[in-house]
């Protein structure tokens, strides 16, 4: 894809956007159970899992204990008030599209309303194979609500199908993941709600 798609408005470092902590929600309650009812579905209990651009607040269904729970973030101070993250590593990845972790560290990763501000998601997306273990189930969800300066220009170009087609074409183009399906949860009166889950691939 052209490096025109991945030009965001504001293009300083993401670490001065994310300087501040912001404790708020960024899709309504009807949403959030929605991403909820998925890591249902799809993460394994017990399983060690990352939540990939976290921050404060993790979407984890409050019954379901896993092994552990890592994030990678912008923020020190929302990471270290997310009550399920026993760690956290503030990283930028599109300073760095490496996921600093060990191969096959994880049984299942996550990614949610993050996903439009990667400006080398492929890169990202490819190396989260690496740090997860074979058929490792990935969810990343999305919305139609951004910060639009940080957003890049091609999700800015793109409606609630495209964004859903450009995010599975991310996964297809890494040659991390199969599996990869797209979903539509947007609750009623809620949110957009989308979703595009995934398994890693046997060999990366
Ligand atoms: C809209 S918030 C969503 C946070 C959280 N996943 C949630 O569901 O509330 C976007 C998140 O993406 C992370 N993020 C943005 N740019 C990033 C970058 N360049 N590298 C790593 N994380 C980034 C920020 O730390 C921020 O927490």
Avoid at 61 to 78: I, Q, S
Avoid at 86 to 111: G, Q
Avoid at 139 to 164: E, Q
Wanted: proline share 8%; with cysteine.
């Amino acid at each position: 894809m052209p490096n025109i798609a991945f030009k965001r408005v504001d293009s300083s470092p993401d670490s001065r956007f994310y300087e501040e902590p912001r404790f708020v929600a960024h899709i309504n309650d009807a949403a959030i159970a929605a991403v909820t009812d998925l890591y249902r579905a799809y993460l394994p209990p017990g399983g060690v899992i990352l939540d990939l651009m976290s921050s404060w607040i993790s979407h984890l269904p409050p019954e379901v204990a896993y092994g552990a729970v890592a994030g990678l973030g912008m923020n020190a101070a929302e990471l270290a008030e997310n009550p399920r993250l026993e760690t956290y590593v503030v990283h930028d990845l599109n300073e760095t599209p490496e996921v600093p972790f060990a191969d096959a560290t994880f049984d299942a990763a996550m990614i949610c309303v993050s996903v439009q501000y990667l400006t080398q998601p492929i890169a990202v997306m490819r190396d989260l194979a690496r740090v997860t273990r074979p058929a490792a189930p990935l969810v990343i969800t999305f919305s139609n609500r951004c910060f639009p300066t940080k957003a890049v220009a091609l999700w800015h170009a793109l409606g609630d199908d495209g964004h859903a087609g450009l995010v599975a074409s991310y996964l297809r183009e890494s040659r991390g993941w199969v599996d990869i399906e797209i979903l539509d949860r947007t609750p009623r009166g809620g949110d957009v709600l989308r979703a595009v889950v995934a398994k890693r691939a046997p060999l990366v």
